[in-house]
């Protein structure tokens, strides 16, 4: 199998993403703000630009509000265009929501 420089930058921005939406609430402002910056470098030096748009958008957000909810918002359509990027193989799938067992009633 040939490795592909591509494929390792991106499942790197997407380890980065996802380090950073499991440690919402005990990342501090000024770590979230230069990973957030490294982040939109790595995408600007490789042409992904729609992970660089959101990265810079967050800093905004970041620089004009602090943390908060959108913080998680942002990760999610980060991650979400990471994976637009990879080839179909390599997209990692989202856990599914727990089916319910048969004969048990489904409210909404």
């Given at each position: 199998m040939r490795h592909d420089?591509?494929?390792?930058?991106?499942?790197?921005l997407l380890r980065r993403v996802d380090g950073l939406a499991g440690q919402r609430g005990h990342v501090s402002l000024a770590r979230?703000?230069?990973e957030v910056d490294h982040i939109r470098h790595v995408a600007r030096a490789?042409?992904?630009?729609?992970?660089?748009?959101?990265?810079?958008?967050?800093?905004?957000?970041?620089?004009?509000?602090g943390m908060g909810p959108v913080v998680l918002s942002y990760l999610d359509l980060m991650r979400d265009a990471i994976a637009a990027e990879?080839?179909?193989?390599?997209?990692?799938?989202?856990?599914?929501?727990?089916?319910?067992?048969a004969g048990t009633?489904?409210?909404?």
């Open positions: 420089p591509m494929l390792a930058i991106l499942v790197d979230l703000r230069d490789y042409q992904i630009d729609s992970v660089e748009g959101l990265a810079g958008t967050l800093q905004s957000a970041l620089s004009l509000q990879m080839p179909e193989a390599q997209v990692i799938p989202m856990p599914m929501a727990v089916k319910p067992i009633p489904m409210s909404l």
